[in-house]
């Protein structure tokens, strides 16, 4: 079989212009000429003209916390977008990936079709199944962070445990951990992106006797594949989609497995139409081989994607479509759970399907009707030495507990980021002075200057897909740094007002959605009525529309001319390009057949 060497499409860094500085080749013009007062008859300028030509870059050094898929899609997108930018990209781990590097349990797979869940301009025709595991998703990652030689800006071990915004110079200075030396160094920096993923720093639970359990005990983000659990009494702590997923690949398995769902859920069956079964689904090698066409497999590509940008309908309280999905899962439940029929009602939420992340959760509840599954729903009082104690005093022995519990979903970064007096990390903790992670457009933070957020609050719609999303912001990005490189800019923060106005608009919204029922969710933040912050008020197409151009009126700017004057950076009235004779001024002449009206002088590369 091909590997994703050999058959990915190779597609060019879009950069008609090297993103270097421009030399200057020609005259330079005297930046403040003298001439004869008396032939002007208006006052005089106050402005003194800077030496300088307008389009001479800052060059910006930024620095992006994260190499998950984000980091990686920065490390392709930004320098092919913004010129003279200066990159430099943290990841604790030892290899780009993220989640797809860090949860190695049984079964880890995509629940997204995987022709759908890859970068948009880089596809791989050769996916071995429909939907891949983990280990096929990490490879994809780490070949495009190769391809497209990311690994030049990535420091790895390197762990950030500050970031802190310093007003008199205008920097971000992170506190990096060298994770092999556990020694700490300081980094500056003009603008930060965290790119630290909404599910990486996982959480144990807060059980009493948790630090004096012998047996094994581990987070699925943490699996240790050398403990053989063949044989073994384990418990599942959770049924989110990862303990979703652990359960059935696992129950074959084990001698016995306790599982701990204190909250019912919907189990969705398929995900938008796709036939889901339990293991792999691969592909034919015929149909392996009708996608080396480029047509046949754009075709392909085109179908499966589009039904992922349509979803939205169901996201309606109460709506026609939300009803009928109930009625479905019902009828899917209990056909699947015909085993042990007495299962039904203790599974069948009271929220809403789409109230928590759906998940098809294929073999799960054929796995928790085995004789071997103990399905536990009355909460945990503790942990001994050898298990679990319930609260009606049951005790379950145990040689492994596996901890399916989720992650820091509150949003508050797991380190201190801190500006102006406030820290993030504290102020949008559920106590702390904000309670919730405000911001705007799930972009920014008002009074973080030159702070952005690469899947963070409210990141993506309920449709649409994650590595969509994600180029989606980055580009919204590289509109920001180019601004700022080209404008003088020193920094740029929403304005208070308009992160107000946009978290009355999401308060509004989601209360029409099933997000807002009594359950408890990462968008939430496992608080059953919280404020959402998960998810975008919209659907996906909704929030691509609204991303598609910076409102630059929503920002705050300080400029780096101490005039005061936001003009001052259009300098001695001239180019560098205009000067430099080998230059192409007349690039916006094509041949007329390639002409698209739509596009005259869009481009923000092409410029005379
Ligand atoms: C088990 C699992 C299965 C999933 N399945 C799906 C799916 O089927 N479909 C789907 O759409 N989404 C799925 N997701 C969501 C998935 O996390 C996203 O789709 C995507 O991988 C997020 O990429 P990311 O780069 O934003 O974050 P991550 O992949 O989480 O990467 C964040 C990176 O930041 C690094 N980092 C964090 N803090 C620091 C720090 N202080 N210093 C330095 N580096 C730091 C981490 O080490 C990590 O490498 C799944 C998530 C999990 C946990
Ligand atoms: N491709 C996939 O199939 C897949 C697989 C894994 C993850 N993911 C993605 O990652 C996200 C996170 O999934 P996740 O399952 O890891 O986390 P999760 O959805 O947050 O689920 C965590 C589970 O642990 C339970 N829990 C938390 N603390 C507990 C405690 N102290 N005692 C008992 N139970 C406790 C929660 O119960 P409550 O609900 O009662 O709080 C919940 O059932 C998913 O929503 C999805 O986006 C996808």
Known sequence: ????????????????????????????????????????????????????????????KVG??????????????????????????FEKNEDVGGTWLENQYPGVRCDIPSHVYQATFSPNTQWTEEFAEGKEIWNYWQYQARKYDVYRYIKFNSNIQTAQWDDKSSKWVLQVEDTKSATTSH??????????????????????????????????????SSFDVTGKSVAVIGNGASGIQLVPNIQPLVKRLDHYARSKTWIAGTWVGNERVFGPQPFSSDTLQSFQDPQAYLKYRKEAEGTYWRGIKAMRRESAEVNAMRDDYIGIMKKRLKKKPELLSRLIPDFSPHCRRLTPGPGYLEAITEDNVDYIQTPIRRLTKTGIETIDGHHREVDAIFCATGFNIDFAPPFPIQARGVDLNKAW?????????????????PGFPNLLFVGGPHATGASGT???????QLTYYAKILRKVSSQGIKSIAPSSKAVDEFIEYADAYFPTTPLTDNCSSWANGGRPGARIHGAWPGSASHQTFIRREPRWEDWEYEYLSPSGNRYAYFGNGRTTRELDPDTDMTRYLTLPSEVDLRNIHESWWQWP
């Open 1 to 60: 079989m091909a590997t994703i060497e050999e058959t990915a499409q190779a597609i060019p860094i879009l950069v008609d212009e090297p993103a270097t500085k421009p030399k200057l080749q020609a005259e330079v013009v005297e930046a403040t000429p003298s001439v004869t007062r008396s032939q002007i008859n208006y006052p005089h300028s106050n402005l003194t003209l800077e030496d300088r030509h307008v389009d001479e870059l800052r060059p910006l």
């Open 64 to 89: 992006v916390i994260g190499a998950g898929l984000s980091g990686v899609l920065a490390g392709i997108l930004l320098p092919a977008k913004v010129p003279e930018i200066q990159l430099t990209i």
């Open 187 to 224: 980094e500056e920096f003009d603008f930060i992106l965290s790119a630290i993923g909404r599910f990486n720093a996982w959480r144990l639970p807060k059980y009493e006797g948790i630090e004096e359990y012998q047996g094994h005990l581990r987070h699925t983000s943490n699996w240790d």
């Open 429 to 445: 903790k559920p106590d702390g002075e904000v309670g919730y992670p405000k911001t705007y457009l799930g972009l920014a933070a």
């Open 466 to 472: 994650v590595p969509h999303s994600v180029e989606n």
